[in-house]
């Protein structure tokens, strides 16, 4: 199929129904595009769609090599609209489509950078490209275009973004810089120009404030181990050097040290039985404690352990530790360049797609480190932008034994908090989710009561006041226990904001306050 480039947008119908098809797209004789897609051929669920701006007036070819139909594509001088009603108000989330790991996060000139990886194509994994937001208070996000494409290196996964404060690159004062990995076993366009079962470590740059990647091939990390990925870049200040930290197989990792940022030089290799993927390396001062401070290594399902760092090398000082209370938490990233902060986001894995998007980014939280009995644990809040959009805050009677909270289609925030709990349960129901907080037992239990499954077990601290703050949002519920150390997420069903939540205590409540974010 050939087809003179007329309008900005190329549109592509998509079909759960169908199977995957290979689409090749040449301008000029240049592959410049490989798409894996169900392409509907007499329905679609919606319209996908690629940016053919740049091509304007110029000739495009399609082939898809099964010789199959390419008719109902077009092109269109609008984007598809994607209209679902019950989407997510405080996640951020696809149009359309799949979106993963967090990458890149940074924050620069006012503005945080939200990358992250996602399929344009269909909300299933394939097609690995990177997706861009922005927002000035982590919670409005506007999506950008695609920054990030697959391209003859192979697929683009995970990595991170830096701020050159020192133009040491010579693009600029405060160009940002991007590390990544570059898949090359995932596509089709590289294991055809021989570089398949390749990942290598790629260097891009921007001046135009993140809007647009530029490749700069002085840098090039070879492989090192089968499939090394997700380098997370940062500058260690107190030795005055640049660390790479870099995954590379089973529970190993690698640390790397630069000057320059071009040229690295392997300083350590560690290993972390329980531990894989998006290594995270931090400094969080102890709670009560600001002089004491420690540094933590996270790795992709939120298990992490503590220890101190010289810029070299990193010497464990704990035993493995969970950060998360759910399964649903994958791959978090920190945001870059943001001062006495630090400012988490994970992806948040959900099943269902019936808006034709799959996949969200945790609501911002905020970190830091509590000491207790001895043991470190890292402890999660929601950042404090998010309580400047609360509405009215409504407290119910102390004492509280039942009570129905509506949440008025909005987001919602429930805090509850006990006195002393001895014995006794409270029992929290929305939709056909049960949270069960079991005092005798000393546990927090969620189940789906439509299918069985239980969703979370929590045991809880013995402690003179227990608190449990609930995030309320469209397909998802954030919650925090245990002083912010117990951090988890649990699916809903359909249009939970709908509904609303019931209070049901064999024991008095002694504070329950809610209010419904104006997003």
């Given at each position: 199929m050939k087809i003179k480039i007329t309008e900005p947008y190329l549109w592509l119908p998509v079909d759960a129904k169908e199977e995957k098809v290979l689409l090749h797209l040449y301008s000029e004789g240049?592959?410049?595009?490989?798409?894996?897609?169900?392409?509907?051929?007499?329905?679609?669920?919606?319209?996908?769609?690629?940016?053919v701006s740049a091509y304007k007036n110029k000739e495009l070819e399609i082939i898809r090599y099964d010789e199959g139909n390419l008719d109902r594509i077009f092109q269109y001088p609008e984007k598809p609209q994607t209209v679902y009603p019950f989407r997510p108000k405080l996640h951020y989330h696809m149009a359309a489509g799949w979106c993963n790991d967090p990458c890149g996060l940074v924050y620069a000139d006012g503005i945080y950078h939200l990358y992250h990886q996602c399929n344009p194509y269909g909300p299933e994994w394939e097609n690995m490209h990177w997706g861009h937001a922005v927002s000035n208070d982590l919670i409005h996000w506007e999506r950008k275009g695609l920054a990030l494409c697959p391209d003859e290196n192979g697929t683009a996964y995970t990595g991170s973004a830096?701020?050159?404060?020192?133009?040491l690159l010579g693009y600029g004062k405060d160009a940002l810089l991007f590390y990544h990995t570059a898949a090359g076993v995932k596509n089709e366009w590289s294991r055809t120009t021989g570089k398949q079962f390749n990942f290598t470590q790629r260097l891009y740059y921007s001046t135009d404030g993140g809007e647009t990647l530029v490749r700069?091939?002085?840098?090039?990390?070879?492989?090192?181990?089968?499939?090394?990925?997700?380098?997370?870049?940062?500058?260690?200040?107190?030795?005055?050097?640049?660390?790479?930290?870099?995954?590379?197989?089973?529970?190993d990792y690698a640390i790397f040290r630069s000057e320059d940022l071009l040229n690295w030089r392997e300083t350590q290799r560690l290993s972390f039985p329980g531990m894989w993927e998006c290594p995270e390396l931090f400094e969080l001062p102890v709670e009560g404690n600001e002089n004491e401070k420690k540094w933590i290594f996270w790795s992709v399902e939120g298990y992490y352990v503590v220890g101190t760092f010289d810029g070299y090398t990193f010497t464990t000082e704990s035993s493995l530790q969970q950060g998360y209370a759910t399964s649903t938490f994958h791959a978090a990233?920190?945001?870059?360049?943001?001062?006495?902060?630090?400012?988490?986001?994970?992806?948040?894995?959900?099943?269902?797609?019936?808006?034709?998007?799959?996949?969200?980014?945790?609501?911002?939280?905020?970190?830091?480190?509590?000491?207790?009995?001895?043991?470190?644990?890292?402890?999660?809040?929601?950042?404090?932008?998010?309580?400047?959009?609360?509405?009215?805050?409504?407290?119910?009677?102390?004492?509280?034994?039942t009570a129905k909270l509506p949440f008025e289609k909005k987001a919602t925030q429930v805090n509850l908090t006990w006195a002393h709990p001895q014995h006794g349960k409270t029992t929290l129901e929305v939709q056909n989710l049960q949270m069960v907080m079991d005092f005798t037992k000393k546990t927090l239990d969620i189940h789906n009561q439509g299918t069985g499954e239980r969703l979370a077990g929590v045991t809880l601290e013995d402690t003179e006041t227990c608190?449990?703050?609930?995030?309320?949002?469209?397909?998802?519920?954030?919650?925090?226990?245990?002083?912010?150390?117990s951090y988890g997420a649990v699916e809903t069903e359909e249009n939970v904001l709908g509904g609303n939540l019931l209070v049901k205590s064999e024991i008095p409540v002694d504070e329950i306050t809610y209010h419904r974010f104006e997003v």
């Amino acid at each position: 199929m050939k087809i003179k480039i007329t309008e900005p947008y190329l549109w592509l119908p998509v079909d759960a129904k169908e199977e995957k098809v290979l689409l090749h797209l040449y301008s000029e004789g240049e592959k410049i595009d490989e798409i894996a897609i169900r392409l509907g051929v007499t329905d679609c669920d919606y319209y996908a769609y690629k940016d053919v701006s740049a091509y304007k007036n110029k000739e495009l070819e399609i082939i898809r090599y099964d010789e199959g139909n390419l008719d109902r594509i077009f092109q269109y001088p609008e984007k598809p609209q994607t209209v679902y009603p019950f989407r997510p108000k405080l996640h951020y989330h696809m149009a359309a489509g799949w979106c993963n790991d967090p990458c890149g996060l940074v924050y620069a000139d006012g503005i945080y950078h939200l990358y992250h990886q996602c399929n344009p194509y269909g909300p299933e994994w394939e097609n690995m490209h990177w997706g861009h937001a922005v927002s000035n208070d982590l919670i409005h996000w506007e999506r950008k275009g695609l920054a990030l494409c697959p391209d003859e290196n192979g697929t683009a996964y995970t990595g991170s973004a830096i701020v050159d404060k020192k133009n040491l690159l010579g693009y600029g004062k405060d160009a940002l810089l991007f590390y990544h990995t570059a898949a090359g076993v995932k596509n089709e366009w590289s294991r055809t120009t021989g570089k398949q079962f390749n990942f290598t470590q790629r260097l891009y740059y921007s001046t135009d404030g993140g809007e647009t990647l530029v490749r700069d091939d002085r840098f090039l990390m070879e492989q090192i181990a089968p499939l090394n990925r997700d380098p997370r870049v940062f500058y260690h200040e107190e030795s005055n050097g640049y660390i790479m930290l870099l995954y590379l197989d089973k529970s190993d990792y690698a640390i790397f040290r630069s000057e320059d940022l071009l040229n690295w030089r392997e300083t350590q290799r560690l290993s972390f039985p329980g531990m894989w993927e998006c290594p995270e390396l931090f400094e969080l001062p102890v709670e009560g404690n600001e002089n004491e401070k420690k540094w933590i290594f996270w790795s992709v399902e939120g298990y992490y352990v503590v220890g101190t760092f010289d810029g070299y090398t990193f010497t464990t000082e704990s035993s493995l530790q969970q950060g998360y209370a759910t399964s649903t938490f994958h791959a978090a990233q920190l945001f870059s360049n943001v001062e006495n902060r630090v400012i988490h986001i994970s992806w948040v894995w959900i099943k269902n797609g019936r808006g034709n998007y799959r996949g969200m980014m945790s609501v911002p939280c905020e970190l830091s480190l509590r000491k207790n009995n001895g043991r470190y644990q890292v402890a999660f809040r929601s950042v404090r932008e998010l309580s400047e959009l609360s509405g009215k805050i409504t407290v119910l009677p102390r004492g509280t034994i039942t009570a129905k909270l509506p949440f008025e289609k909005k987001a919602t925030q429930v805090n509850l908090t006990w006195a002393h709990p001895q014995h006794g349960k409270t029992t929290l129901e929305v939709q056909n989710l049960q949270m069960v907080m079991d005092f005798t037992k000393k546990t927090l239990d969620i189940h789906n009561q439509g299918t069985g499954e239980r969703l979370a077990g929590v045991t809880l601290e013995d402690t003179e006041t227990c608190e449990l703050h609930l995030l309320i949002d469209q397909e998802v519920i954030e919650f925090f226990t245990n002083r912010g150390t117990s951090y988890g997420a649990v699916e809903t069903e359909e249009n939970v904001l709908g509904g609303n939540l019931l209070v049901k205590s064999e024991i008095p409540v002694d504070e329950i306050t809610y209010h419904r974010f104006e997003v």
